[in-house]
């Protein structure tokens, strides 16, 4: 190398580093959504989970090779929030947690669940109540029946009044005149 050669600057010169554009926004202050920009998908995918996870609604955009953005893929943070609180409220209410085959739609997967164990839970409740009823109703069915049993026994224990032998004549009831 000569005394006058300039030493090549190494930093990277390529026009737009920044592949994919990340845009999070809030239901309690919509004007001002956080905005993110990264050339790594994985990172892009990161900052939108976690955007997500806080409650955003996040839209991810590439930057195509002819230089037009397109959406990557949206994500509804909301909706997430809502769901995980459905499963935490679904488990603090003492049922099985949403089975990982129940899929009625991926992202309502247990508010779905808690409204059917909803229903199940009232169809239980429902169902004990015809049972205490019906319990309650053989129950008196049986007290009746006690009644009428101790009341005949008593009855069949008492001794017969004497019975009348057939050689002697009841006796009739005559006024004075006729005697």
Do not use: C
């Not at 919509?30 to 806080?54: F, G, I, L, Q, Y």
Request: cysteine-free; aromatic content about 6%; charged content about 30%.
């Amino acid at each position: 190398m000569s005394a006058r050669h300039r030493r090549r600057n190494t930093t990277d010169r390529t026009r737009n580093m920044r592949r994919f554009a990340i845009t999070g926004s809030w239901d309690d202050n919509p004007d001002r959504p956080a905005r993110w920009a990264t050339r790594d998908p994985k990172e892009a995918k990161r900052v939108a989970r976690n955007m997500a996870s806080h409650g955003g609604y996040v839209i991810v955009e590439e930057l195509l090779p002819t230089g037009v953005w397109q959406t990557w893929f949206e994500t509804d943070g909301p909706a997430l929030v809502a769901e995980q609180r459905a499963a935490e409220a679904t488990l603090a209410a003492g049922w099985p947690a949403a089975p990982t085959g129940y899929r009625p739609d991926a992202d309502d997967r247990h508010r779905t669940w808690l409204v059917e164990q909803g229903l199940a839970e009232h169809r239980r409740a429902q169902a004990r109540a015809q049972a205490e009823t019906l319990a309650a109703e053989q129950a008196a069915r049986r007290r009746r029946i006690a009644a009428e049993v101790s009341r005949t026994s008593r009855q069949l224990m008492t001794a017969p009044p004497e019975a009348r032998p057939d050689y002697r004549r009841a006796a009739r009831h005559m006024t004075g005149a006729q005697r």
